[in-house]
T-cell receptor
Framework: GNSVTQMEGPVTLSEEAFLTINCTYT??????LFWYVQYPGEGLQLLLK?????DKGSNKGFEATYRKETTSFHLEKGSVQVSDSAVYFC?????????????FGTGTKLQVIP | EAQVTQNPRYLITVTGKKLTVTCSQN?????MSWYRQDPGLGLRQIYY???????DKGDVPEGYKVSRKEKRNFPLILESPSPNQTSLYFC??????????????FGQGTRLTVV
């Protein structure tokens, strides 16, 4: 079956530090890949996505590149801010019986301290 | 504004007392689903619906029911809640047309405690 593996958190960084959150996947077929972010007390919202190999998704200073050869979609940001503190979910989306089924990772909590 | 609205946001109930969590979306999406979020387990799909009157089980359907009588609404029903259903619940909607590769839109969550 399909699965997504994320690095375990929590990740604690100082403001302006470099961030990497690892994500690898297993899928039958060619999935689209997503990063969702969940701020405290809120639902998930899309952060960025990539729909095919070598695509780079980017938003709000975050980037992730779809690497088919390593089945990875690592999230990076060059300089984190306190406002980036949240839980980050990696997800894959595949056509399954005519609809797009989403499989989520377990989430990685990021805490940025001033 | 495009949104998915869940109610209530917080609920404490007793074992065995039937409850319903409502979900409504205003984007005319065909596809809606329910997830539960538990520490260390991420999001697990409970039920989903591909359109009106079309529903199916997700990965963890036991103890839950759903209905889809209207396109915009997708309530989650717990006929006889138990403490192991204490969790954070999210409703999500999206268009399921494969070519669009669009993301899911999530509600703000319902934190349910069953005592």
């Amino acid at each position: 079956g399909n699965s997504v593996t994320q690095m375990e958190g929590p990740v604690t960084l100082s403001e302006e530090a470099f961030l990497t959150i690892n994500c690898t996947y297993t899928a039958t077929g060619y999935p689209s890949l997503f990063w969702y972010v969940q701020y405290p007390g809120e639902g998930l919202q899309l952060l960025l996505k990539a729909t095919k190999a070598d695509d780079k998704g980017s938003n709000k200073g975050f980037e992730a590149t779809y690497r088919k050869e390593t089945t990875s979609f690592h999230l990076e940001k060059g300089s984190v801010q306190v406002s980036d503190s949240a839980v980050y979910f990696c997800a894959l989306q595949l056509n399954s019986g005519g609809y797009q089924k989403v499989t989520f990772g377990t989430g990685t909590k990021l805490q940025v301290i001033p | 504004e495009a949104q998915v609205t869940q109610n209530p946001r917080y609920l404490i109930t007793v074992t065995g007392k039937k409850l319903t969590v409502t979900c409504s979306q205003n984007m005319n999406h065909e596809y809606m689903s329910w997830y539960r979020q538990d520490p260390g387990l991420g999001l697990r799909q409970i039920y989903y619906s591909m359109n009106v009157e079309v529903t199916d089980k997700g990965d963890v359907p036991e103890g839950y029911k759903v209905s889809r009588k209207e396109k915009r609404n997708f309530p989650l029903i717990l006929e006889s809640p138990s403490p192991n259903q204490t969790s954070l619940y999210f409703c999500a909607s999206s268009t399921y047309r494969v070519s669009l590769n669009t993301e899911a839109f999530f509600g703000q969550g319902t934190r349910l405690t069953v005592v």
